[in-house]
Each structure stands twice: as structure tokens, then as C-alpha cells.
């Protein structure tokens, strides 16, 4: 009597990927540096005091991927690269911490939704500039903040009533530029990440007082914290919500040009991953021992 496939796996086609934890700068700096504009957060994770806080995992089958785990000041952060089917390898038995800021591409989300619960999600365009491309806006100055100014930066960012707690190191270790307006901050532009060994930089924390907008001074402190950044790196990125027509137009007045877009999002993971992930992990790790990573079958 011919041997009748289970309901909930006959018919469906199988992948095998193997897992691996990566550790060698060189060879994740290979992996990431094709795609600079998009990888530029993970890049910047491997200047010396950050890489000793992330984690790195490479899945090859079918396709490969590559995802990262970092921990920085401002909390947990996942970025995903390469194949979807790949990445989803990994997450099952790597889902990370149980909450973390992503970064991703369109396509990886049904592979992370099945793992991660995502919210404030939204496609994002991703933009670059070089030093040969900038084109500084100086019709308003903006001025350099540091450390000691953290307290009038909360305040500034929580002007649309969601406080933020930004400590001095934060200010300290990135770079930060804000215009000044009788004696008051009313907008702010700094980083999510520098890496001058690198040559990346992330611009973000872009901000207004809502009193004060429409104005040019967004613009005027972005400019110059590229200025500052630029300086020091030869690629600098930021994400913008593409609906926002007068923030990209700016930015593109700057000389950022488009290049494509991301997914960003909060996630907070799964119970169900977390507590698959574990027996999954060991299991995997049992297949694939004589190959030197752990070996997780993906069903299609």
C-alpha cells in the first residue's frame, strides 16, 4: 500500500538552508557592501564598539540572506538582507530580541510577519548623498549641539506631545545640528548611526517644532549635519515617508538622490516564535552538525 503524505505537508515543496552565525568583519563587509545605501545602518554596526554588540547570521540554500541583531543606546535594532525564503530560515530559529526597530525590503515581509508583530510600518524611501552630489542649504544657520544640550532637545522633541528621554551620551556620540530662533531650538536633524571606518552615516531624528514648520529650518539643520557627516563619510543616507512631498523635495534640493525603497518598523515578536524558536534551534542544529551550521527545512 503506497505511503499517503500527511494533510498539512502533501503536495508542498521543501527548501533546506544552512544556518550559520557570522563573525568575520571582512566577510560581512563583502556581504553588505554591494548594497550600501540600503545596508548602511548594519554597516555602520561593525565600527569597533558597536560589533562587539550585534550578532550576525547567513543562511545559503536555494537563496541566501543575511540578517543582523544589534544592541545600541537607543534599544535593539534587526536589519534583513538578501532572499525572503532565506531570511525566514533564519528567524525561525533567530528571531532576536523581543523588540527591536527593523529595517527590511518589501519583500521580506511575509517572511517576517510570521514571526514578528509590526507596527508603525510603512514603505519608506530610502536616500543617498555623496560629497560630489551635496548642495548645502545655508539661507538659514544652524548651529552644532552637544551633550549638555539634551535637555532642550527632549523638550523640543517632545513639542508634539510625545516626550522622548535622549541622554547626553546619545547627543554626544552622533552628530547633531539645530537652528536657533530668539534664543529657542525649533528644529533639530542628527543620526541614527556614524561609522567613519566605514565611510556610512544615517541621518534621521529630523524634527520641527509644530509652530515652526514650513519655514526652511528642518532643511537648513539636515544640510548641515550632512555638511558635518560628509565631512567624515563618503555615503549618508536617510529614509523619508514618500507621501511627505515637501520633505523629499527638500532633501533632493540637497542633492540626496533616490535609491529605492525599505520597510521600517517596530517589531515585537511572537510568542509563538519565541517559543518555537528554541526546540527548532536544536533540532537544526542537529541535522546540521556535519556541515558545520544548523540546517532548518522552509516549506513552501
Same mark, same amino acid.
Request: glycine share 10%; net charge positive.
Given at each position: ?5 500527511? $494533510?498539512?505537508? @502533501?503536495?508542498?515543496?521543501? =527548501? ?23 545596508? @548602511? ?44 525564503? &532565506? ?14 526597530? *527593523?529595517?527590511?525590503? $518589501? ?17 519608506? *524611501? ?42 547626553? !551620551? =546619545? ?6 545640528? !539645530? ?10 536633524? !542628527? ?18 517644532? $509644530? ?9 537648513? @539643520? ?5 555638511? &558635518? ?8 543616507? *536617510? ?10 523635495? &527638500? ?21 509563538? @516564535?519565541?517559543?518555537? &524558536? ?14 558545520? !551550521? ?7
Amino acid at each position: 500500500m503506497a505511503e499517503r503524505g500527511l $494533510p498539512w505537508t @502533501a503536495g508542498r515543496e521543501q =527548501h533546506e538552508y544552512l544556518v550559520r552565525p557570522l563573525r568575520d568583519r571582512d566577510a560581512i563587509r563583502e556581504r553588505l557592501d554591494p548594497e550600501r545605501e540600503h545596508a @548602511a545602518y548594519a554597516l555602520a554596526q561593525l565600527e569597533p564598539g558597536l560589533y562587539e554588540r550585534t550578532r550576525w547570521f547567513t543562511a545559503e540554500g536555494a537563496g541566501r540572506a543575511l540578517v543582523t541583531h544589534s544592541r545600541g543606546g537607543l534599544g535593539e535594532a534587526t536589519y534583513i538582507t538578501g532572499d525572503a525564503e &532565506a531570511a525566514r530560515a533564519i528567524l525561525s530559529i533567530e528571531p532576536g530580541p523581543a523588540r527591536s526597530y *527593523l529595517t527590511c525590503l $518589501p519583500g521580506h515581509l511575509e517572511a517576517v510577519r510570521g514571526v514578528f508583530h509590526l507596527s508603525n510600518s510603512q514603505p519608506m *524611501l530610502r536616500m543617498s548623498v555623496t560629497p560630489r552630489d551635496f548642495r548645502p542649504h545655508e539661507v538659514v544657520t544652524a548651529v552644532r549641539l552637544l551633550g549638555i544640550d539634551v535637555r532642550r532637545i527632549n523638550q523640543l522633541y517632545g513639542s508634539d506631545g510625545n516626550p522622548t528621554y535622549y541622554e547626553a !551620551g =546619545h547627543i554626544d556620540a552622533g552628530v547633531y545640528r !539645530g537652528v536657533v530662533v530668539s534664543g529657542r531650538l525649533v528644529a533639530i536633524a !542628527g543620526t541614527h548611526a556614524v561609522s567613519p571606518q566605514e565611510g556610512v552615516a544615517v541621518v534621521g531624528n529630523v524634527f520641527t517644532h $509644530p509652530r515652526q514648520r514650513g519655514q526652511g529650518y528642518a532643511t537648513a @539643520a539636515t544640510s548641515a549635519t550632512t555638511q &558635518a557627516l560628509l565631512e567624515r563619510c563618503e555615503t549618508v543616507v *536617510l529614509t523619508v515617508d514618500p507621501r511627505n512631498g515637501p520633505a523629499v523635495a &527638500a532633501y533632493r534640493r540637497l542633492g540626496y538622490r533616490d535609491c529605492g525603497e525599505v520597510v521600517e518598523a517596530t517589531a515585537t515578536r511572537l510568542d509563538s @516564535a519565541a517559543f518555537l &524558536a528554541l526546540p527548532r534551534r536544536l533540532l537544526a542544529h542537529l541535522r546540521g552538525r556535519e556541515r558545520g !551550521g544548523a540546517l532548518v527545512s522552509v516549506r513552501l
